[in-house]
């Protein structure tokens, strides 16, 4: 992690402090946004064949908050436990997922976490813009790689209609919404440290 970068998930596991109870407090935050992101896929939208659902406002909020090799890391846990079988993406899991239109929305998951992280570790979450920019980014890797493997389930001329057009509003809405929650936060400690 690059010094001076705040990552709120590190103040709120503080009490892992020790360098013995590090690698505890990464798996802790790993496997926790893991957890959440599976929470997140229970709260769909069943609109087609691609269900809106909040998982990708947790695969973002996830490198924001635990930085790119973690929020990676917590986004390949939760992929990797639901194609060994775990039910907990948005129609259950299982092997058979791979052949689902939608798992390349979940590969898109990992990368996405990891850009955010990566642009967040250089200071990109300190600023509006750049903090925007950054979301961006993490949801265009989502969307480059669900729509993608999309591509092979639906024809080509209905591709956007199906996969990207119907979620661009809920995804300005989320991106917007972790905006707010980052800046609102960074005001009250600034507040606190005075």
């Not at 990992?110 to 949801?139: D, M, Q, Y």
Request: with cysteine.
């Amino acid at each position: 992690m690059i010094t001076g970068t705040i990552f709120f998930a590190d103040a709120a596991v503080s009490v892992f402090k020790c360098r013995r109870w590090a690698l505890v407090r990464g798996a802790a935050l790993v496997l926790g946004m893991a957890f959440l992101t599976a929470i997140a896929a229970g709260v769909k939208f069943q609109i087609g064949i691609v269900p809106v659902t909040l998982q990708t406002f947790i695969v973002l909020l996830s490198g924001v908050l635990l930085g790119s090799k973690r929020g990676a890391a917590a986004q390949l846990a939760y992929v990797s436990a639901g194609l060994a079988g775990v039910p907990w993406f948005s129609n259950g899991g299982g092997l058979p997922y791979l052949f689902s239109p939608t798992f390349g929305y979940l590969l898109g998951f990992v990368p996405a976490a990891f850009a955010v992280g990566f642009f967040a570790e250089r200071g990109w979450s300190k600023k509006i813009i750049t903090l925007v920019a950054a979301l961006l980014v993490g949801n265009a890797c989502i969307y480059f790689f669900g729509l993608l493997w999309l591509s092979k389930f639906v024809p080509q001329e209905h591709l956007l209609n199906i996969g990207l057009y119907p979620f661009i509003f809920g995804d300005a809405l989320k991106i917007s919404a972790i905006s707010i929650l980052l800046f609102v936060n960074l005001a009250l400690m600034g507040r606190g440290n005075k």
